[in-house]
Nanobody, 122 residues
Framework: QVQLVESGGGLVQPGGSLRLSCAASGSIFSAYSMGWYRQAPGKQREFVARISRSGLIRYAGSVTGRFTISRDSAKNTLYLQMDSLKPEDTAVYCC????????????????WGQGTQVTVSS
């Protein structure tokens, strides 16, 4: 099991930007994949973005063109750059690490961070 710690959340106005970070105890490049999920109040957790060990990237349709997932080997950190934020992006964002393949829509597999709150509001 790896330890994952998210940071970078906060309050931002619609149209603004935030960059979330996920620091991992193990190498993020050794995981089969790493991704971001979010959960809004009263809603189920949902897939946001994932990057595989080989570098393949997938985004949820709701964030495509606005969010960018990336990783930094020197800092052993996963990032989620969020631009053009909308109120519906408000949620707790969690980092996820997996050691083998699971569907992006498997909402339980792997290790999870505690989450960081993102609030988009005027």
């Amino acid at each position: 099991q790896v330890q994952l710690v998210e940071s970078g959340g906060g309050l931002v106005q619609p149209g603004g930007s935030l960059r979330l970070s996920c620091a991992a105890s193990g190498s993020i490049f050794s995981a089969y994949s790493m991704g971001w999920y979010r959960q809004a109040p009263g809603k189920q957790r949902e897939f946001v973005a994932r990057i595989s060990r080989s570098g393949l990237i997938r985004y949820a349709g709701s964030v495509t063109g606005r969010f960018t997932i990336s990783r930094d080997s020197a800092k052993n950190t996963l990032y989620l750059q969020m631009d053009s934020l909308k109120p519906e992006d408000t949620a707790v964002y969690c980092c996820n690490s997996r050691e083998q393949y699971y569907s992006d829509y498997n909402l339980r597999a792997g290790d999870w961070g505690q989450g960081t709150q993102v609030t988009v509001s005027s």
